[in-house]
């Protein structure tokens, strides 16, 4: 087995799968224009011989062969750095493929209950890895109405459920929404979105499946479907990606390809566990976009003479707090890592989720501050067209004149950033992304409830009130 090269990736996805997109029925996505974009962002991560990250690209696995470093199980505080300083060099179709990391965190409790389950996950992350696919994480159901359980809708396929079991394998019916990337990776691999009770067993499902299974239909939406100018539109031209609406129309699982198939005590592992590494993902993204903000913010403020401003310099002050609160909290879950059983080590869970949810908590009232000191260009900035239009880019250029040793080219090119980064397609994607992606504010809530000690922030507590508790009894005092 070989690491694939970008060309090899490309040609991968010519495999018959059914992909619609504004209104059409792709037969190959690899020459279509709506793919164009998102397709080369991924092909660039299998460029192994990239001077500056290609070695952080790859590691050598136990049998001595060399894979993409998103498979690599971190077993070392220096694995899981390498893994968080990946994670800043790698596009998000293949910073999905992570799924299969939290699948490999809940393999012994999956061992516990059925170890067939367990040695299917070992061997679909090998074969994912030794054949360099990508996996994307599908996870969200349509979930219909909100305050029914899974089997009380009015429809019983609003969440994905086995609709048939047979001696080789099972037939699940269902969709799964946003699915990011799903349309451009090798594997979907499939979890319950939630805890499962045992009257819902058959929506207690997880497995893996090629992304041209008969039966999956995807269907794309993008905030960036077309090939925009980098100049206008520095940060849509760059990262756009799919996310894939995914339909199961009564898809065949075979058995060795199933995680989970009706012990809904697992449901809520396996949901769990991708969580971890959605966030960490989503947390590392913030700490890039936060220090990106203070730049902008920076630049802007100078540029417009007003640095020596308090009000300015007090705005930059909270984006900077932002920016560090966002950074500690990372570096501090790597720091105080976990690990499982089998020694695989993970980023401390209650950090995680506590800076998850403080960057999405704060995330719209941050680029407030943005906003506020850009002013109305941000939105009105005439067009890259219009400035080298001589008639037009006359004018431009006058007027856009602050002080001396201010380039307009460059004043332009920082409000750019600007909107397209907080107020443009990509901005408006990025404010739902920050708050939803990664699961919404109550599951962070949720996770922070259960993972913080609480048993001593009581004990902490009483002591500070002077309460004295009753000893066990059987206690002996010294
Ligand atoms: C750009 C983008 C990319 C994504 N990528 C992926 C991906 O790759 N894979 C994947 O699986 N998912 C993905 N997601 C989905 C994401 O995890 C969900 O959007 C998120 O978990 C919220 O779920 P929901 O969209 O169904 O909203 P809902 O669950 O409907 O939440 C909307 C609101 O309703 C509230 N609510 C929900 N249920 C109840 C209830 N029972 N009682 C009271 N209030 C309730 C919520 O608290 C929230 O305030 C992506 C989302 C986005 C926006």
Redesign the pocket.
Known sequence: MALKTPQQYIDSLRDGRVIYWEGERIEDITTHPLFKVPLSLVAADYEYRDPEVGELRRYQTEDGSFAHRIYQVPRTSEDLAARVELMKHTSIGTL?AGVYMALMSVKDDVARVNPMYAENIERMYRHCRDNDLRG????????GD??RRAHEQDDPDLYLRIVERRADGIVVRGA???????SIVHELVVMP?KGMRPEEADYAVSFSIPVNTPGVKIINRSFAPAELNSFDYPASSHHSCP?GFVVFDDVFVPWDRVFLAGESQLAGTLARS?GLW?RTGGVVEAVRMSELFVGLAQLVTEMQGKDSDPIAQNSIAELITYAEMLRMSLDYACQHFESTESGMVFPNTLAINAAKYYYAANYHQTVRYLHDLGGGLVLTLPLEADLRNPESGKYIRKYLHTRKGVDIEARMRVYNMIRDLTADAYGG?QF??A?????????QRTMMNRTYNMAQAKQRALKAAGVVMPQPAGTVHG
């Open positions: 999905v994307a994480e599908v996870i969200t159901d349509p979930k909100r305050k799964k929404l946003h699915i990011t990337a799903a979105t996310e991708l959605e994607w739902v992304v708050l939803q992606a990664g699961g919404g504010l109550p599951a």
